[in-house]
């Protein structure tokens, strides 16, 4: 019996082109996999961000204040926040992510090494509202959203999910969020196909974790990763490729893939800098305050109400 909340992948495989959301690649192995990605030459994004904070540490401390209730949504491994708790000093730290249990580890060891600290884990998906413990407080929170992660969203979808964002915080509250930036394709496109093949590995994972929750039989050694910049969307495109005819099945369905057929797993939009702060003033973040890296290859902004 297929679970209700997954009627959604079983819904995006039988489309044409047929895509699973971006979501579905955070297992506990897909997490650890975006762990390897961050420290590949090729993926700039983690090492560029990471640059650009602490280069800007002293004014990012200054524009954001300190005693702060720290929200991180998708926080992952927690390590920019960690970096993060340490200029700014929260009162609190809340990581929310969809891969709970790696989420759970990764908010133990940062409590293990920053005692003062009162960090908690929430696990659950972003996009269906953020469910916070009652004794979260709301004045002086500051929701944190690094890695670019609001460009797996289309725009549409991530006017929105800031707009949830902006409901998370009072008048006093803020938002520091992390952009990636338009540049080179021939380095957007390696970023996201490098050629030890994790990216490849990391795509082609979402299968065994969707096999898993909806009981289907995807073979993985079928599917070719491919990923690729569209210019008129301005984003990346990742897909998996099926490498001969599949039949597919799960329970109560299934469908063939022809050779040459595609999954649209992900898209990562790379906003021009004014173009994402208009966005970010629709959502009712008002006033920005960016950082970028001397390449203009990202920028870390601090929008308030
Ligand atoms: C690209 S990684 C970024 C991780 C980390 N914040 C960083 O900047 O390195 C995206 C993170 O968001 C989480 N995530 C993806 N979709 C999510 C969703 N719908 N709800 C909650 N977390 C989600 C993933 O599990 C993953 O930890």
């Not at 599949?246 to 173009?275: D, M």
Request: glycine share 8%; net charge negative.
């Amino acid at each position: 019996m297929l679970l209700p909340r997954y009627t959604d992948i079983t819904h995006g495989l039988c489309q044409r082109p047929a895509r699973i959301s971006p979501k579905y690649f955070y297992d506990q192995q897909g997490s650890q996999l975006f762990e390897a990605i961050t420290q590949l030459p090729e993926y700039y994004p983690t090492r560029t961000e990471n640059a650009l904070m602490r280069h800007h540490a002293a004014a990012i401390a200054r524009a954001v204040g300190t005693g702060r209730v720290l929200i991180e949504l998708g926080a992952g491994s927690c390590r920019k926040a960690r970096a993060l708790c340490e200029t700014v000093r929260p009162s609190c730290f809340v990581g929310v992510d969809i891969s709970a249990d790696f989420l759970e580890d990764s908010v133990a060891s940062l409590q293990r090494d920053l005692p003062w600290l009162d960090a908690r884990a929430v696990g659950g998906d972003i996009t269906h509202g953020v469910d916070l413990p009652r004794d979260i407080p709301r004045a002086g929170r500051l929701v944190f959203y690094p890695g670019s992660s609001i460009g797996n969203f289309d725009p549409p979808h991530a006017l929105e999910l800031l707009g949830h964002m902006r409901e998370l915080v009072d008048d006093d509250g803020g938002l520091l969020i992390g952009i990636d930036l338009p540049k080179d394709v021939a380095i957007l496109e390696a970023a996201y196909d490098d050629g030890a093949g994790v990216t490849a590995e990391f795509n082609r994972n979402v299968l065994r974790h969707v096999n898993r929750l909806i009981g289907s039989d995807f073979d993985l050694a079928q599917w070719q990763h491919r990923a690729f910049f569209n210019r008129e969307d301005s984003r990346i495109e990742m897909h998996l490729e099926a490498l001969a005819d599949a039949q597919v099945r799960w329970p109560g369905g299934g469908r063939v893939f022809e050779r040459g057929e595609r999954i649209h797993t992900e898209n990562s939009y790379k906003y021009p800098l004014p173009v994402f702060t208009d966005m970010l003033a629709r959502a009712g973040f008002a006033q920005a305050q960016a950082w970028t890296d001397e390449r203009d290859w990202f920028a870390v902004v601090h929008a308030r109400p």
